[in-house]
Structures are given as C-alpha cells and as structure tokens.
C-alpha cells in the first residue's frame, strides 16, 4: 500500500539513502562514495531543514521508496543555504585540492560543491524560478507514484504562489528525462540556442 506524505526530520535518515541509491543517473551510487552522506548534503537534507513545507515522500508497504522537494524561490533559497546550511558542512569536509581537479573522488567533487556552489544559470532561473528535485527507488517506479508525488507537489506549490517551475536532469538519465516530459517540461536551451552539455536543464510554464 502507497501513502504520500509531508516528509519530516524523523525521514531523513532515509532520504540520504534514498538520494544515494537513486544517484547514478536513477541507479545506485553507493559504491563511488566512501561517506554515504555527500549526495543527500545537497539535494535532500537542506530542504527538509529549511522548506520543509515542500517536501513529501511516498511510503510503499511503510517504507519510503522516494521524494519530491522544491522551492518556490531558486535564487532565494540559494542565498539561504549560504547562510544557514553550507557553513556548517564547510567546517566538516575540507576543500579539495583544486591541482588535481581531474583525480577527484566522488566524494571530493562534492565536497567542492559544498564549498562553491555553483548557482542555477540565469537563462533557466530568470523564466523558472521555481525548482524540484525527485527520486524513486527502482522497485517503486512505472506504479503511478511518481506522478502522485509531483501532483502533491504541485497543489501544495501552487497554495504559496508557485509560478514556472524548473528542474536539473543528469543526461544519461534517459527514464527521468522521459518522466519529466510527461509531466510537461521541455528542455530549456541556452541563450546561444545550445543545450547545456552537463545538465539537462527543464521548464513547466
């Protein structure tokens, strides 16, 4: 039995889980980082912290098999987690040495992350304000869950004023891409008419 619920600080144990084992282009990167806790530093846990009231999870027989998380204001919760979130995991994870940028670990590259993040481009941000993150587990895809979540998501979005809404898609990922077509976002090319080559960026009017 499937349940869809506002997600809370008890999930987030599971939500790092979650991120991680869904985090190789939908498929488990586990084995390419030694600390578990990189992905979800940065896609799952500063939103339950800091917009909790945008953040849900599909419970499938009582266990959470997934998430969906977003703001309304991008550039707005960028400069909070500047403030609030990204200090504290600095002290924790020390910069990697930019030299041997190309040797990086996983684990480095998002421990550079932490320490400069680098901001939504304006092309994408200036007309989709609005962003969402959502991962299932394997075993829960092609069941309707998906669309659930981002149909929760988006009621409760829309209840705070959301407008055009964004999303960041690894390339590779050809079944999340497919999914987010089918939720109505259209890739979003650059100013210069070209695609972004590392991230599939897409829109929802």
Known sequence: ???????????????YQVVVETGKAGDDATPLYQDPKM?????TAPYVVLAP???????????????VCG??????????????WWPDLRTQYP??????????????????WIHRPIPTPDYVVAAYPAHMHMNLMPDAR?????????????????AR???PVHIGA???NEGGIAFWRAMGFSRLPQRDGKYAQNTCWMGRA
Request: charged share 30%.
């Open 39 to 43: 992905l979800g530093h940065i896609y």
């Open 95 to 112: 910069a990697p040495d930019g030299v041997r940028r190309k040797d990086w670990s996983e684990d480095e590259r998002r421990a550079d």
């Open 142 to 158: 092609g069941s309707g869950l998906g669309r659930l979540l981002f149909d929760t998501w988006l009621i409760a979005a829309q």
């Open 71 to 84: 703001v309304v204001d991008s550039r707005a919760f960028e400069a909070m987690l500047e403030d609030k």
């Open 53 to 67: 009231e945008l953040v849900f999870v599909a419970e499938v027989n009582g266990r959470v098999a997934g998430y």
């Open 1 to 15: 039995m499937a349940v869809i619920r506002q997600a809370t600080k008890a999930d987030q144990d599971r939500l």
């Open 170 to 172: 690894n390339p590779k």
């Open 161 to 163: 004023g959301v407008g």
